[in-house]
C-alpha cells in the first residue's frame, strides 16, 4: 500500500502542480520525501513519468529476475518471454545477461503494444522499435480499409461456410466412405 500512495503522490504532483509547484496538492506523505525526485519530474512529461512509475511498481511479479519479463532459467542463463492472456507465453530466448533479456523484452513488447508498453527501460531507448510499431498499426489500418482484414486479423473458419444456400461438401478423408 505504501508504494501505491507514493506512486499516487509523484502523480499528484506532477499532474496538479505540487512541490514546486503553484498549487497545493494533498499528499500521503509529506513533500520532502520526493525532493530527491523534483528534477526529474519536471524534465519528463507526464506520459514518461507514469512509465517510470509503472516500471518501479510492485504490483507484478518479477520471479526470480528484478526486471519484468525475465527468470533464471535452470542452466543459469536468463530466459526472456512475453505473458499473454490464457496462460500463454511468447518465448524470447536465453541470455547470458540478465539485463541483455530485459533489453530483449522491452523491444518485443514496444513492438507488440507500442508506446502502452511497461518496459523495463524508458521508452527513449526503443525509438526503432516504436517506428516498427507505428508502421505495422499504419498498415494494418490501410490493409483493413481496403477490406484485407480477413488476411490480417480472422483466422479460418472452423467449418466450411454454405455458398448462397447451397450446402458444401466436407472433403473425403481416408476411412470415411
Same mark, same amino acid.
Given at each position: 500500500?505504501?508504494?501505491a500512495?507514493?506512486?499516487?503522490?509523484v502523480?499528484?504532483?506532477?499532474?496538479?502542480g505540487?512541490?514546486?509547484g503553484?498549487?497545493?496538492?494533498?499528499?500521503?506523505?509529506?513533500?520532502?520525501?520526493?525532493?530527491?525526485?523534483?528534477?526529474?519530474?519536471q524534465s519528463?512529461?507526464?506520459e514518461?513519468?507514469?512509465?517510470a512509475?509503472?516500471?518501479?511498481?510492485q504490483?507484478?511479479a518479477?520471479?526470480s *529476475?528484478?526486471?519484468?519479463?525475465?527468470?533464471?532459467?535452470?542452466n543459469?542463463r536468463?530466459?526472456?518471454?512475453i505473458?499473454?492472456?490464457?496462460?500463454?507465453?511468447?518465448?524470447?530466448?536465453?541470455?547470458?545477461?540478465e539485463?541483455?533479456?530485459?533489453?530483449?523484452?522491452d523491444r518485443?513488447?514496444?513492438?507488440?503494444?507500442?508506446?502502452a508498453?511497461?518496459?523495463?527501460? *524508458?521508452?527513449?531507448?526503443?525509438?526503432?522499435e516504436?517506428?516498427a510499431?507505428?508502421?505495422?498499426?499504419?498498415?494494418?489500418?490501410l490493409a483493413?480499409?481496403?477490406?484485407?482484414?480477413?488476411?490480417?486479423?480472422?483466422?479460418?473458419?472452423?467449418?466450411?461456410l454454405?455458398t448462397?444456400?447451397?450446402?458444401?461438401k *466436407?472433403p473425403v478423408?481416408?476411412?470415411?466412405?
Amino acid at each position: 500500500e505504501e508504494h501505491a500512495a507514493e506512486a499516487y503522490d509523484v502523480a499528484a504532483m506532477k499532474c496538479k502542480g505540487g512541490k514546486g509547484g503553484a498549487r497545493k496538492v494533498k499528499l500521503n506523505f509529506p513533500a520532502s520525501k520526493y525532493s530527491e525526485l523534483d528534477s526529474f519530474m519536471q524534465s519528463v512529461g507526464l506520459e514518461e513519468l507514469v512509465m517510470a512509475i509503472r516500471r518501479q511498481s510492485q504490483g507484478f511479479a518479477r520471479g526470480s *529476475s528484478g526486471f519484468r519479463g525475465v527468470t533464471h532459467h535452470p542452466n543459469g542463463r536468463w530466459e526472456a518471454r512475453i505473458g499473454m492472456p490464457g496462460s500463454k507465453h511468447i518465448y524470447l530466448g536465453l541470455y547470458n545477461e540478465e539485463a541483455a533479456a530485459a533489453k530483449a523484452y522491452d523491444r518485443a513488447l514496444v513492438r507488440l503494444r507500442g508506446a502502452a508498453a511497461a518496459t523495463n527501460y *524508458s521508452l527513449t531507448n526503443y525509438k526503432d522499435e516504436l517506428q516498427a510499431f507505428e508502421l505495422d498499426t499504419s498498415t494494418e489500418t490501410l490493409a483493413l480499409s481496403n477490406g484485407a482484414d480477413g488476411i490480417l486479423k480472422r483466422p479460418a473458419p472452423a467449418q466450411p461456410l454454405p455458398t448462397r444456400g447451397k450446402p458444401v461438401k *466436407s472433403p473425403v478423408t481416408p476411412g470415411t466412405r
